[in-house]
């Protein structure tokens, strides 16, 4: 029954995958924009759980919940600083400066403390491991599990049942119209922001519980993979982010699994490829038409 | 209650309005009609604080509007019904309402809104729960018309409210447009059709790109030669 424990190991990969997948979604469904500073985002939420857990002895969820706020601000500082003078410049302009605030970012972080990388602690979740059909599941994989699931039905609340999200999915429609119903466009923009960076803290968070190793350039790949992941789902699509990022996670551990591990980035290219080539709208994406 | 003075819109280095003047009285039916690219989306726009003028004043209810934000206008009570409807199309009929009165904090006020829109409007109470995409094109314009009257406008701005109509829809969505101007709402009206518009207007203003050229009583403008001649297609 190993290839339960390996679907298990898929889903908190993709778990990561997709909580960092929903703020690049997000953000494209209200700018127009690929962050890729989103990763590096990542990476900080992952450095500031670490500290507040090492440093100041916090437990488990404070420094996931000092971590999804730190990086809160960090991501409505960097749309306020960097991106939101672009608003009406060219897409190119703006992702070309993402860029730029992603390599900041990183090398702001390596002069501070240098590039050496660090350990999350053990045990800062009971790791109990149980029998399940015969599979070994560790008790850490289902904490990611679930808080992943919290955190998604949180948001699907928010998006769905707030004024805030509302306001959110209206301008991601047409801002001159959300304009018109008296939506500040600016304060929806720096939620959205607000949001999808605190999921990224929350994944940094996890990442470092699951693999322990982080340091100042992690955030590189796994922001690559789920950037793909919101491509697999449907660029701007929620729900497809959620998915998209389960199914890499999947994949990745399924690869690895027959054998070709060293072949597990190239097998989430390979997706990319695919779905720009066959369906370019994502899984969940499709072409709305309106009536005029 | 509504007073522009000399007012220019540029669009980059293209002129769109030059030194319009025009007032709307309170309970007034005001029309400005004029062909394609006259400048009459431009001037609702800039009366809604999406576009700037660079020139000339913009009073309402004796304040100046022509600097405020797009919020405080609509705050203020100036609802924009947009050109081609604008409805969000990904959020069901009464989520787009919910947003229409998104400023609003009396709960009941906006529960008795809703349903006097509903009364307006049976399709859209029947319809509450469907995507606004997938509403055919008068519908469209009545959630957006709806939407409008849910911040509870002292004046509504229509933009083309029959655009791509069938006729029997147009007289129906202008029946309702009276309706809600006796009820208290002052109603600014800019229309391709001229004849549908003059039958329901006080007053009404003839724009040539980008410059008011007459004006007038409705019904005078109704039997105006010139008019006739260049939009009412020489009846």
Request: glycine share 10%; hydrophobic share 50%.
């Given at each position: 029954?190993?290839w339960?424990?390996?679907?298990?190991?898929?889903?908190?990969?993709?778990?990561?995958?997709?909580?960092?997948?929903?703020?690049?979604?997000?953000?494209?469904?209200?700018?127009?924009?690929?962050?890729?500073?989103?990763?590096d985002?990542?990476?900080?939420?992952?450095?500031?759980?670490?500290?507040?857990?090492?440093?100041?002895?916090l437990?488990?969820?404070p420094?996931?919940?000092?971590?999804?706020?730190?990086?809160?601000?960090?991501?409505?500082?960097?749309?306020?600083?960097?991106?939101?003078?672009?608003?009406?410049?060219?897409r190119?302009?703006?992702?070309?400066?993402?860029?730029?605030?992603?390599?900041?970012?990183?090398?702001?972080?390596?002069?501070?403390?240098?590039?050496?990388?660090?350990?999350?602690?053990?045990?800062?979740?009971?790791?109990?491991?149980?029998?399940?059909?015969?599979?070994?599941?560790?008790?850490?994989?289902?904490?990611?599990l679930?808080?992943?699931?919290?955190?998604?039905?949180?948001?699907?609340?928010?998006?769905?049942?707030?004024?805030?999200?509302?306001?959110m999915?209206?301008?991601?429609?047409d801002?001159?119209?959300?304009?018109?119903?008296?939506?500040?466009?600016?304060?929806?923009?720096?939620?959205?922001?607000?949001?999808g960076?605190?999921?990224?803290?929350?994944?940094?968070?996890?990442?470092g519980?699951?693999?322990?190793?982080?340091?100042?350039?992690?955030?590189?790949?796994?922001?690559?993979?789920?950037?793909?992941?919101?491509?697999?789902?449907?660029?701007?699509?929620?729900?497809?982010?959620?998915?998209?990022?389960?199914?890499?996670?999947?994949?990745?551990?399924?690869?690895?699994?027959?054998?070709?591990?060293?072949?597990?980035?190239?097998?989430?290219?390979?997706?990319?490829?695919?779905?720009?080539?066959?369906?370019?709208?994502?899984?969940?994406?499709?072409?709305?038409?309106?009536?005029? | 209650?509504?007073?522009?003075?000399g007012?220019d819109?540029?669009?980059?280095?293209?002129?769109?309005?030059?030194?319009?003047?025009?007032?709307?009285?309170?309970?007034?039916?005001?029309?400005?009609?004029?062909?394609?690219?006259?400048?009459?989306?431009?001037?609702?726009?800039?009366?809604?604080?999406?576009?700037?003028?660079?020139?000339?004043?913009?009073?309402?209810?004796?304040?100046?509007?022509?600097?405020?934000?797009?919020?405080?206008?609509?705050?203020?009570?100036?609802?924009?019904?947009?050109?081609?409807?604008?409805?969000?199309?990904?959020?069901?009929?009464?989520?787009?309402?919910?947003?229409?009165?998104y400023?609003?904090?009396?709960?009941?006020?906006?529960?008795?809104?809703?349903?006097?829109?509903?009364?307006?409007?049976?399709?859209?109470?029947?319809?509450?729960?469907?995507?606004?995409?997938?509403?055919?094109?008068?519908?469209?314009?009545?959630?957006?018309?709806?939407r409008?009257?849910?911040?509870?406008p002292?004046?509504?701005?229509?933009?083309?409210?029959?655009?791509?109509?069938?006729?029997?829809?147009?007289?129906?969505?202008?029946?309702?447009?009276?309706?809600?101007?006796?009820?208290?709402t002052?109603?600014?009206?800019?229309?391709?059709?001229?004849?549908?518009?003059?039958?329901?207007?006080?007053?009404?203003?003839?724009?040539?790109?980008?410059s008011?050229?007459?004006?007038?009583?409705?019904?005078?403008?109704?039997?105006?030669?010139?008019?006739?001649?260049?939009?009412?297609?020489?009846?």
């Amino acid at each position: 029954m190993e290839w339960i424990q390996q679907i298990v190991n898929g889903i908190s990969l993709g778990s990561i995958y997709a909580l960092i997948a929903l703020g690049y979604t997000m953000v494209y469904g209200i700018i127009k924009l690929i962050n890729f500073a989103h990763g590096d985002v990542f990476m900080i939420g992952s450095f500031v759980g670490f500290f507040a857990i090492t440093g100041w002895n916090l437990g488990f969820f404070p420094a996931l919940l000092l971590s999804m706020t730190v990086c809160a601000i960090l991501g409505v500082i960097i749309e306020r600083v960097a991106y939101k003078r672009l608003r009406n410049s060219t897409r190119i302009a703006a992702l070309i400066t993402a860029i730029g605030v992603s390599l900041l970012i990183e090398y702001v972080v390596i002069y501070f403390r240098g590039a050496q990388p660090e350990a999350y602690p053990k045990e800062i979740l009971p790791a109990k491991s149980f029998e399940l059909f015969g599979a070994k599941i560790d008790s850490q994989s289902l904490y990611i599990l679930l808080i992943t699931i919290v955190l998604m039905v949180l948001l699907q609340f928010i998006v769905h049942r707030t004024k805030i999200g509302k306001a959110m999915r209206a301008v991601s429609h047409d801002q001159d119209a959300a304009q018109l119903m008296g939506i500040n466009v600016d304060t929806t923009i720096s939620a959205t922001f607000a949001i999808g960076s605190a999921l990224a803290g929350a994944a940094g968070v996890i990442f470092g519980l699951y693999y322990i190793k982080i340091d100042p350039l992690m955030g590189i790949i796994p922001g690559l993979k789920a950037f793909i992941a919101a491509v697999l789902g449907g660029i701007g699509i929620i729900p497809g982010a959620m998915v998209g990022g389960f199914i890499l996670g999947i994949v990745e551990v399924i690869v690895s699994a027959f054998g070709f591990s060293s072949w597990r980035d190239a097998a989430a290219f390979i997706i990319l490829i695919l779905i720009l080539i066959f369906r370019p709208s994502g899984i969940f994406g499709k072409n709305t038409r309106e009536k005029v | 209650m509504l007073k522009v003075e000399g007012i220019d819109v540029f669009y980059g280095n293209i002129q769109a309005l030059k030194n319009v003047s025009l007032t709307v009285e309170e309970k007034e039916i005001v029309t400005l009609i004029g062909a394609n690219g006259a400048g009459k989306t431009t001037l609702l726009k800039t009366l809604s604080g999406l576009l700037r003028p660079t020139a000339g004043t913009i009073q309402y209810l004796g304040e100046s509007i022509r600097v405020k934000p797009v919020q405080s206008i609509v705050k203020a009570g100036i609802s924009h019904v947009p050109e081609g409807r604008r409805v969000f199309a990904n959020m069901t009929v009464e989520e787009n309402l919910d947003l229409g009165a998104y400023l609003r904090k009396d709960k009941k006020g906006i529960k008795q809104d809703l349903d006097k829109v509903f009364s307006l409007f049976p399709i859209l109470h029947e319809r509450r729960n469907q995507l606004s995409g997938t509403l055919s094109g008068g519908e469209q314009q009545m959630l957006a018309i709806g939407r409008a009257l849910m911040a509870k406008p002292k004046l509504l701005l229509l933009d083309e409210p029959s655009m791509g109509l069938a006729p029997l829809l147009v007289k129906q969505i202008f029946n309702i447009i009276q309706e809600i101007n006796k009820d208290g709402t002052t109603i600014l009206l800019v229309e391709q059709n001229a004849h549908m518009a003059l039958s329901i207007a006080n007053r009404a203003y003839v724009i040539e790109t980008g410059s008011v050229v007459l004006s007038g009583n409705a019904s005078e403008m109704q039997n105006s030669e010139k008019v006739k001649e260049a939009y009412l297609g020489g009846i």
